[in-house]
């Protein structure tokens, strides 16, 4: 199957400064790939859509200037939690399709940050 | 948009015994019903899915049906083990073109040895 690299595993940062999540699809092509935010014990919340080469599209409620999201290849995606505080703190994950309509996701490891 | 209920929120069952988590969805143009297992803090791992032109589909121990008319979708496990211990989402897709999937809410699987 296919192989979704997120980069790091586990960040702990200090309240104002700004984090930075990479997603990389390692042995495909990935136009668009999807970032999530996961609460303890709660369901896949879908944050954004990241199209390569374009600008992300956001779901209703998440802050764009908070959460930068950069699609600049084909393999790469990156999510930029800026001045991170303590309410950030979650887990994400990333995810990409192989193909444009590919209906399989495909997952990251996942990113811990927490904001102290 | 497409609505995804999921229940129950936590399962709880004895090794061996079957389990069955139920999922239904509110947009009957969706066509594609992943499961996902996801193990704590790791990624969610497809392990079945099945489309809107079949009423199921089965692999081992694990099998999912669909039920299009009533707009809802379901996981077996049957024989289960400790190994099982998971949370389960369930998902759709499809509606209006789009391959963007919509998750249930998880259940959380625990298998007692």
């Known amino acids: ?116 | 948009g497409e609505n995804v209920e999921q229940h129950p929120s936590t399962l709880s069952v004895q090794e061996g015994d079957s389990a069955v988590i139920k999922c239904t969805y509110s947009d009957s143009a969706s066509n594609y019903f992943p499961w996902y297992k996801q193990e704590l803090g790791k990624r969610p791992q497809l392990i079945i899915d099945i489309r809107s032109n079949v009423g199921e589909k089965k692999d081992q121990r694990i099998a999912v049906t669909l039920n299009k008319t009533a707009k809802h979708f379901s996981l077996h496990i049957t024989e289960t083990q400790p190994e099982d211990s998971a949370v389960y989402f369930c998902a759709a897709s499809g509606s209006g073109g789009s391959y963007i999937p919509t998750f249930g809410r998880g259940t959380s699987l625990i298998v007692h040895p």
Not at chain 1, 47 to 70: C, H, P, R, W
Not at chain 1, 79 to 105: N, Q
């Open chain 1, 1 to 116: 199957g296919a192989v979704v690299s997120q980069h790091p595993s586990r960040v702990i940062c200090k309240s104002g400064t700004s984090v930075k999540i990479e997603c990389r699809s390692l042995d495909f092509q990935a136009t668009t790939m999807f970032w999530y935010r996961q609460f303890p014990k709660q369901s896949l919340m879908l944050m954004a859509t990241s199209n390569e080469g374009s600008k992300a599209t956001y779901e209703q409620g998440v802050e764009k200037d908070k959460f930068l999201i950069n699609h600049a290849s084909l393999t790469l995606s990156t999510l930029t939690v800026t001045s991170a505080h303590p309410e950030d703190s979650s887990f994400y994950i990333c995810s990409a399709g192989r193909t444009l309509g590919d209906t399989e996701a495909f997952f990251g490891q996942g990113t811990r940050l927490t904001v102290v």
